[in-house]
């Protein structure tokens, strides 16, 4: 199980950014897939996750409106595309396995891969 973010960069204030997630080795299908980031200094925090079951998607009080979470497993892949953003988000963003359904998000990473930079900075 191999998971490959990509697509981060350096972006100013309100700028847009899109984050890649691709798997190989497996079935990106049968799994949900979140999207955690890990700042200098700060906890981890869950910042999205996308169900394999029925497609609901959960969001981190912060990203809220302004971040989309989607798959497309026919690519293998799922994105993250980053609107508004504020200096706060800058982080290492990974993706990993996950449990998320309709009305729940474990929030624990599993398999993950390497994580893509982002910096939100003027």
């Known amino acids: 199980v191999q998971l490959q973010a990509s697509g981060g960069g350096l972006v100013q204030p309100g700028g847009s950014l899109r984050l890649s997630c691709v798997a190989s080795?497996?079935?990106?299908?049968?799994?949900?897939i979140a999207w955690f980031r890990q700042a200098p200094g700060k906890e981890r925090e869950g910042v999205s996750c996308?169900?394999?079951?029925?497609?609901?998607?959960h969001y981190a009080d912060s990203v809220k409106g302004r971040f989309t979470i989607s798959r497309d497993d026919a690519r293998n892949t799922v994105y993250l595309q980053m609107v508004s953003l504020k200096p706060e988000d800058t982080a290492v963003y990974f993706c990993a396995t996950d449990f998320c359904s309709t009305n729940t998000w474990a929030g624990v990473p599993s398999a993950r891969g390497p994580g893509t930079q982002v910096t939100v900075s003027s």
């Open positions: 080795g497996f079935p990106l299908a049968v799994y949900s």
């Open positions: 996308i169900s394999e079951s029925d497609g609901s998607t």
